[in-house]
């Protein structure tokens, strides 16, 4: 198994512009998470999703997009990108079989800087 | 919001134990504490997990304390590649990170 994989690795996008940041999983995990991590700072759960087509709102999800068509696929949007999102974006997934006490995949994350 | 605390950082000096404590006061009856450590530029990796047993696993121990309100991580004989953010997380369907506890381990 490749895990959780993203791509691209890195990104540098002029202020106003979009992007979407990949985000692929191949243990059939039914949830699939998007953080961000700041220098120095902890992970923020910007989205996540319990299964194909069901997605919710982390505690950061302003300026950002999420779908989920498929198990294995959660894209991430950015519109309109801002020099405040400029940080490392990880993507992780977990079974919820038994949710307290499915560990969290995580992939090896994107780094992302707005000029 | 993480709901743990733990110190900012500890040291240790190679092959000797680290003992990162953390403390989980709200914690319910049935939220298990889960550990993850974050490698310098990498994503987090899971370490171990308990509810109210210590726990041990080929990479660490956990001991839980009886009221279950902190525990403490324990890294038998630290190496230079145990160097990194260690996160103690009250775990339900999401996980919330806090600042974690930035391990250094001198030569």
């Known amino acids: 198994n490749a895990g959780v994989t993203q791509t691209p690795k890195f990104r540098i996008l002029k202020i106003g512009q979009s992007m979407t940041l990949q985000c692929t999983q191949d243990?059939?995990?039914?949830?699939m998470y998007w953080y961000r991590q700041d220098p120095g700072m902890g992970l923020k759960l910007i989205y996540y999703s319990v299964g194909a087509g069901i997605t919710d709102k982390g505690e950061v999800p302003n300026g950002y997009n999420v779908s989920r068509s498929t198990t294995e696929d959660f894209p991430l949007r950015l519109e309109l990108a801002a020099p405040s999102q400029t940080s490392v974006y990880f993507c992780?997934?977990?079974?919820?079989?038994?949710?307290?006490?499915?560990?969290?995949?995580f992939g090896p994350g994107t780094r992302l800087t707005v000029l | 919001d993480a709901k743990t605390t733990q110190p900012n950082s500890m040291e240790s000096n190679e092959e000797e134990p680290v003992h990162l404590p953390c403390n989980h006061s709200t914690i319910s009856g049935t939220d298990y504490i889960h550990w993850y450590r974050q490698l310098p530029s990498q994503g987090p990796e899971y370490v171990i997990h308990?509810?109210?047993s210590n726990v041990n696993n080929r990479m660490a121990s956990l001991a839980i304390a009886e009221d279950r309100k902190s525990s403490t991580l324990i890294l038998h004989r630290a190496t230079l590649r145990d160097a990194a953010v260690y996160y103690c997380i009250q775990a339900d369907y999401k996980l919330s990170f806090g600042a974690g506890t930035t391990v250094t381990v001198r030569a």
């Open positions: 243990m059939n995990h039914n949830y």
């Open positions: 308990g509810l109210t």
């Open positions: 992780a997934s977990r079974r919820q079989w038994e949710k307290r006490t499915d560990t969290q995949y």
